[in-house]
Structures are given as structure tokens and as C-alpha cells.
């Protein structure tokens, strides 16, 4: 019997995050620090309009590109969040999580031999989804003495006759890198001149540490040419009700919208109620959690500055991505033997990227007292090695 499996698919690579998960989850005592899932339940009145909208039999299908009112309130929050003008009618589609949106956007927008710009280390979907979409992924490896910030030089040269698509994973995961409204504006002057489309993916939009966040479709000029990516799993502590959104010009949404009817058909009903409660009466909940997720990471780089841990200041998302480079070990061989000394589960850098050689990601979606135990953990393992070498 022949192959009848994708060779396309075979190549591409699984997640290295969920490795080191499904190991931990299994393993007595273990503490897992890898997945990006916030410790917070949903907030109360959130889960209450999706209880609610079950009691109503609001179990229906929604319309192909979302509930209108859900669309209304996704529009309202760009509005007074970051300024940007999105017609809830034809420039916003409601997907499963941010992921469907990153997929869909892409397959949308990419003819074969199309190029995509991806600044990594960063999230683990954006290569697999460009193959996938026949394009061809062009990696920039972002360096820590720039606080992993896309540089204007690494952009342009980066640049080809085939350049379709520049991925902008900011606020960043995994390294927590943020870029600023003159980091951005220089990028944009590039985007524009070489006629680029942006992915911006700003799902950790609301967890910024420093100053607000800025979206590049902000910037004159950039709006038309930017795919914003965002959803409710990592602000509203919602990852299970698997709801996500996309915001550009209504000619790629209205494609989007296409591929996304025959695949998906519309987002879950229940969340979309329920993220309607969010975006209207979920401000306040953001914040409490924010301030903790700052808490924590305050508490965690100042733990790395006690051991003598190199690790730049994140001010975004909820991860920091320390140097383990001093150990003389591979990022999974760190990993793999913290695991097995320790119990404490972290993500090798080079599940981002091969530029996260010699860097781990470890989450801070966790309570302070588990952070507490994994770092008293780290600190002996760390102790170790160094008395070993």
C-alpha cells in the first residue's frame, strides 16, 4: 500500500512545548513551569454569561464571521485600548483562538514561493503555519544585547523580491521582549517602502510591564497593511474557551472569512457570550491580574540576580528567558536534567527557534508560592553544576 501521508506535514517538526508537559504531568511531585496558560480561573462574571447563555439556549451557530454584538465590542476595545478604527461590519473576524487567525491569515494572503519574515525566538505555530500556506519561511535571529527587539538592519536584510509577509510577535513569547512606539515607527518606514504586509500578533497586548502597548497598525500608514492578531485567552484567563479575533482591511478579512466558513464554520457561541461580558465589565479583572503577573516576574528576575542567573528584563507577557550558556549544556539537555533531578519542567529555547540555544523559557502564569519552590529548586540545581565543573 502506498504513502498516503504529506510529506509536507511528516517534515514539519512537533511542538518542543509539549514534550517536557506531557512528561511532568505524569511524574509525581513534578512542578511544570512550560505552558503559557494562566493559573487564574476565567472571572466570575464571564463564566456567568456563558452559563447564562446555555440556560437561553443560545446554542446555535453564529453568523461565519462572529456574533455582531461580540464584533461591536472587539471594535470598541481597539478603540479605547489603542486608538484603531475597525468597522465591526467587514474588518473583524471572530476565530478559534488567536491560532486559527495566524493560519487563516496566512493561507489568505500566500501564493507559493511567497515569502514570510519570522523574528524568532517566538512562537512555536508561525513556521509550520507558512509552510503549511506554501510560503517560504525566512528566519531573523533576534539577539538579547538588542532586548530581542527586530532591528531595522536585521529587517532589510532580510528583505527579498519575494517578501510577502513580516510575522511581528510583540509582546513576545517566549522571551517577553516588547517593542515601543520608536522601535515600531522605524520598522514601519521599511514595511511601507518595500510594500510588506504585517501579521502583528498582539495577544499579550494588555500584559505589557513598562509603558502601554502599542499596536504597529497604529502608526500612519500601517493599518492597510497590518493583520492584528489578538484574543481572550492570556488577558481574561480564558485559553479553554478557545476564542480568538482578526482585524484588517476588508478585502483580507472578507477572504479569511471564506477559508474559516469551510473549515471552522463559526467560533463556540457560548464563548462568544461570554467575551462579550469580557471586553464590556472585564477591564478591572485585567488589571489584578496584570499587577500579579508583575509581581511575579519581579520576583523571579530578582531571584535570577541572586544566583548570578543572566537574564535581560522582559516587559511583557508573562516569561522569562534566562542564558544557561555558562553550563556548557544544550538547552534540552538543561531542560531534560532539571526535569529528572529537580521535578520542575521548563522549555528549551530551541523550541522557539535554533537562536534559543543556550536560553530556557520559564512561564510566570504560576502562583508565587509554586514559583517560590521551583526557583529554591533551580538554585540548587545551578549549585551543582557550578561546584561540579
Not at 30 to 44: H, M, Q, Y
Not at 112 to 134: H, K, R, T, W
Amino acid at each position: 500500500m502506498r504513502n498516503f501521508l504529506s510529506q509536507k506535514v511528516i517534515d514539519i517538526k512537533p511542538s518542543g512545548i509539549r514534550k517536557f508537559f506531557d512528561i511532568v504531568s505524569e511524574m509525581k511531585d513534578a512542578i511544570s513551569l512550560g505552558v503559557g496558560e494562566p493559573d487564574f480561573d476565567t472571572p466570575w462574571h464571564i463564566r456567568d454569561e456563558g452559563i447564562y447563555a446555555f440556560e437561553r439556549g443560545k446554542t446555535f451557530y453564529t453568523s461565519n464571521a462572529g456574533l455582531k454584538e461580540l464584533r461591536v465590542e472587539i471594535s470598541n476595545y481597539l478603540k479605547r485600548s489603542q486608538g484603531l478604527d475597525y468597522n465591526p461590519n467587514n474588518e473583524i473576524l471572530v476565530t478559534v483562538g488567536g491560532s486559527e487567525a495566524i493560519d487563516i491569515g496566512l493561507r489568505t494572503v500566500i501564493n507559493p514561493g511567497d515569502e514570510v519574515i519570522i523574528p524568532q525566538p517566538s512562537y512555536v505555530s508561525y513556521e509550520p503555519c507558512a509552510i503549511l500556506a506554501g510560503a517560504a519561511p525566512v528566519i531573523i535571529d533576534l539577539k538579547a544585547e538588542n532586548e530581542f527587539r527586530l532591528t531595522p538592519e536585521e529587517l532589510l536584510n532580510a528583505i527579498t523580491p519575494k517578501t510577502k509577509v513580516l510575522i511581528l510577535p510583540y509582546p513576545n513569547n517566549p522571551t517577553g521582549a516588547i517593542m515601543e512606539q520608536e522601535d515600531l515607527e522605524k520598522i514601519a518606514k521599511i514595511i511601507i517602502e518595500h510594500d510588506i504586509l504585517v501579521m502583528s500578533d498582539e495577544i499579550y497586548a494588555e500584559l505589557t510591564y513598562k509603558d502601554k502597548h502599542v499596536s504597529i497598525a497604529s502608526i500612519n500608514g500601517m493599518k492597510e497593511r497590518t493583520i492584528l492578531i489578538n484574543g481572550f485567552s492570556k488577558a481574561y484567563a480564558m485559553t479553554g474557551w478557545r476564542l480568538g479575533y482578526a482585524c484588517a482591511p476588508k478585502e483580507i478579512i472578507k477572504q479569511m472569512t471564506k477559508i474559516h466558513q469551510f473549515a471552522i464554520m463559526c467560533a463556540p457561541t457560548t464563548s462568544q457570550y461570554a467575551a462579550v461580558e469580557a471586553l464590556k465589565n472585564g477591564d478591572e479583572d485585567v488589571i489584578k491580574m496584570r499587577q500579579a503577573y508583575n509581581q511575579r516576574r519581579r520576583y523571579l528576575m530578582n531571584a535570577f540576580k541572586n544566583m548570578g542567573l543572566e537574564c535581560f528584563e522582559p516587559y511583557g507577557a508573562f516569561y522569562v528567558f534566562p542564558s544557561i550558556k555558562e553550563f556548557g549544556m544544550t538547552s534540552e539537555e538543561f531542560a531534560t536534567k532539571f526535569l529528572t533531578e529537580e521535578k520542575v519542567a521548563v522549555v528549551p529555547g530551541t523550541a522557539f527557534g535554533e537562536c534559543g540555544e543556550g536560553y530556557l523559557r520559564i512561564s510566570y502564569a504560576y502562583s508565587l508560592e509554586t514559583l517560590k519552590i521551583a526557583i529554591k529548586r533551580l538554585e540548587n540545581f545551578i549549585s551543582r553544576l557550578r561546584n561540579n565543573k
